[in-house]
């Protein structure tokens, strides 16, 4: 079962290559906590600007240097065939489970029968556990409460990344599945409210320059610390949204970089951010530097 943190790491680029030596690096420095495991190809891993080949290389490399801890691969895109392929091929380079986001380029016609149907057939096909990643935010699809219900009682369906703040949908969601199904919430805004209500763990940017505090919120959680945990979700939420909402990608990099990881540039078309921007999140990074 899927359970814990799950931090869905940066793709770390020189001169708009994969520079797998920094890759490393910070992967030498997440294996240190107690994530349980990684993201490749994410949306902070700028998975739309990732080749196939690429997502291929970056699970190879990750799952040899990822010391045992659980391996997702984005591999979702619209064409069911081409899903299906990927994630194979990830699978062949050491996936353990595929993430999939919703298709959406025909968004006005992915109603929930579209969606039951996309999903059912890529799992049929593939041969490691397919998670639904809903993100509405990117791509303007909603998977409903009732349509999540029904495809978990597919066997390769194991759970869902709701990257959304909706509190009751992620609740009515949790009441009316399979305990074995895994319900990851997907922002760090809800780390606290999450595991409250049940969810089993959580996929959140914030675990790349936090991940000790991500962590420590899911285990106050589990002892019913929920006074500490608290606490400690209210002092991680100014940062959260300032490197992940408002930034983006871009923000998250220049905060790893703050904080001795490397973070980088984007990668084009995804452009950085200015110096007024850095110097936002530096002034925050110090004030939470201080207080944690």
């Known amino acids: 079962m899927l359970k814990g943190i799950f931090s869905p790491i940066t793709t770390p680029f020189i001169n ?3 520079a797998f030596d920094k890759l490393e690096f910070n992967l030498n420095k ?22 196939t080949e690429e ?30 392929y990927s994630t194979n091929e990830v699978a062949l380079a050491g996936a353990d489970a595929a993430l999939v986001i919703t298709p959406s380029f025909f968004k006005g016609k992915m109603n929930q029968s579209a969606l039951k149907e996309y ?3 890529v799992a049929d096909k593939i041969s490691i556990p397919l998670i639904i990643y809903n993100v509405p935010k990117f791509t303007g699809v909603n998977v409903e409460p ?28 949790i009441y009316a ?52 945990a608290r606490d400690l979700q209210s002092s991680l ?34 452009q950085g951010i200015n110096i007024k921007e850095k110097n936002e999140i530096s002034e925050m990074q110090k004030k939470y530097l201080t207080k944690n």
Not at 35 to 49: D, I, Q, R, T
Not at 60 to 77: A, D, L, P, Q, R
């Open 177 to 228: 599945i399979e305990p074995d199904f895994a319900v990851l919430v997907g922002t760090a805004s809800l780390l606290y409210t999450g595991f409250s209500i049940g969810a089993k763990g959580a996929i959140v940017a914030l675990a790349n320059i936090a991940p000790d505090e991500c962590v420590q919120i899911y285990n106050y959680c589990l002892n019913k610390e929920y006074e500490k």
């Open 30 to 51: 997440w294996n240190q906590t107690q994530l349980s495991g990684y993201v490749v190809a994410g949306s902070n891993g700028e998975a739309p600007f990732l080749t």
């Open 55 to 84: 997502k291929i290389k970056l699970t190879e490399f990750v799952k040899k240097h990822s010391h045992n801890k659980t391996i997702m691969t984005g591999t979702g895109s619209d064409s069911i065939n081409e899903t299906i």
């Open 146 to 173: 009732e349509t999540v219900v029904e495809l978990s009682n597919h066997e390769n369906i194991i759970g869902i990344k709701h990257s959304t703040e909706n509190i009751p949908e992620i609740t009515e969601i």
């Open 119 to 121: 999903f059912t057939r």
């Open 16 to 18: 708009d290559e994969i």
């Open 237 to 270: 939420i100014p940062l959260n949204r300032l490197v992940t909402t408002k930034f983006g990608v871009a923000g998250l990099k220049h905060a790893m970089d703050m904080l001795n990881y490397f973070g980088g540039k984007t990668r084009s078309p995804l």
